[in-house]
């Protein structure tokens, strides 16, 4: 046998026999590294704010309540979707509450000059997905960088809102529309958007791990130029996953009009940052090649029952999102500790003890800042 052939791999055991082949024995993760995984922290961050904020109020647990406030989030969650596309693949897309605004005031724009709602709501996805294929063409054919690309069309997009509709807005809609963004599932308490989220958050999921196009995106965020020569159709996968994004958020335009029973020009306006917050807290590598789906929806369920849980204690939006921006923090420098320790390599040099002692300090800042920002209204 070549000396090729007996070098043994570093993740595997061998064991020579007598015929000369080689038994080849998976060796499996350690316990320990199974639930240092992002999204079972994840996991056992939600169950601490439903067990803090359950203890605070006694209206949090209430199920009408949580279902009634997971309807705030469903639009985010609509847009996040095919942000974890692009982002896993080591783009970024600013412009979709943009892309989120303009498709909602053509829809709206139409619907106020005489065009049927349906119509107007299917010309807007059209809309949607041809503002998106445009930002997949700059990016995968032109060759411009994403954030370059999507930051223009970021003012673009919103300024074409402004363009249909000025500064009034469309309104009264017909009940069967806003039926997307208001009704109810069999006479439950569960939004319709929901379950589209979930049906959609399934599809995604599985197109992402179960797929020939979800490997494509992995590998593409490892290295686009090893892929290049590989024969992978990057230039095809970037198209297609910013088309999906521009369709997603004309989606998410109209169940949020649908649920507003309105549409302005400045509808979602920043809402970009909130959508890729959420994917990034997820667990999904800001520069591409890892992530899951379950983490991304994970995360959005956090969001959601922080910010829920903190209204209920009339904490200031402002405030809400200084401790969303201090947990997106913690997301990053918490993987990087729990990586290091379930590969066993964490020694206590100057960096590791830097880091560690940085995700403390901010958890610690994290704990407080929640607390203080509560005092007002316990003194009032």
Request: glycine letters at 10%; one cysteine or more.
């Amino acid at each position: 046998m070549s000396e090729q052939g007996t070098r043994q791999s570093p993740s595997i055991d061998t064991e020579p026999v007598a015929n000369s082949t080689i038994s080849v024995k998976p060796t499996h993760r350690p316990l320990l590294s199974r639930f240092m995984r992002w999204e079972w922290l994840l996991v056992l961050l939600i169950l601490l704010v439903i067990l803090v904020f359950s203890r605070l109020s006694p209206y949090f647990l209430n199920t009408s309540n949580l279902f009634r406030t997971s309807s705030d989030f469903m639009e985010m969650g609509l847009m996040m979707l095919p942000m974890v596309f692009i982002i896993i693949s080591g783009n970024i897309d600013l412009s979709v509450a943009s892309m989120l605004g303009m498709t909602a005031s053509f829809m709206g724009f139409l619907f106020i000059h005489g065009v049927n709602i349906w119509l107007a709501a299917g010309a807007a996805l059209l809309l949607g997905a041809t503002g998106g294929l445009l930002n997949g063409f700059l990016v995968a054919r032109v060759r411009l960088p994403a954030l370059v690309v999507t930051l223009g069309t970021y003012a673009f997009f919103r300024g074409i809102a402004y363009v249909l509709l000025g500064d009034q807005a469309a309104r009264g809609y017909p009940s069967s529309f806003t039926f997307i963004g208001q009704g109810k599932v069999f006479g439950t308490p569960m939004p319709f958007s929901m379950v589209l989220f979930i049906v959609l958050a399934i599809v995604f999921g599985l197109v992402l791990h179960k797929t020939v196009f979800g490997r494509y995106l992995y590998s593409i965020g490892n290295n686009e130029d090893a892929c290049l020569y590989s024969g992978v159709p990057v230039a095809r996968v970037k198209i297609i996953i910013f088309t999906l994004s521009g369709l997603m958020a004309a989606l998410a335009g109209i169940v949020m009009a649908s649920r507003f029973g309105s549409t302005r020009p400045d509808i979602a306006t920043g809402m970009e940052l909130s959508v890729i917050t959420a994917t990034v807290l997820g667990g999904i590598d800001i520069f591409g090649g890892s992530g899951t789906m379950i983490g991304a929806v994970l995360s959005l369920v956090l969001i959601g029952l922080m910010r829920f849980g903190m209204g209920l204690m009339s904490i200031q939006g402002q405030v809400q999102s200084i401790a969303i921006g201090l947990l997106l923090v913690l997301s990053i420098l918490i993987p990087h500790v729990a990586r290091t320790i379930s590969s066993g390599g964490l020694s206590m040099n100057r960096r590791n003890v830097a880091t560690i002692g940085i995700a403390v300090a901010i958890a610690v800042v994290f704990v407080w800042f929640f607390f203080w920002s509560r005092a007002p209204v316990l003194l009032s």
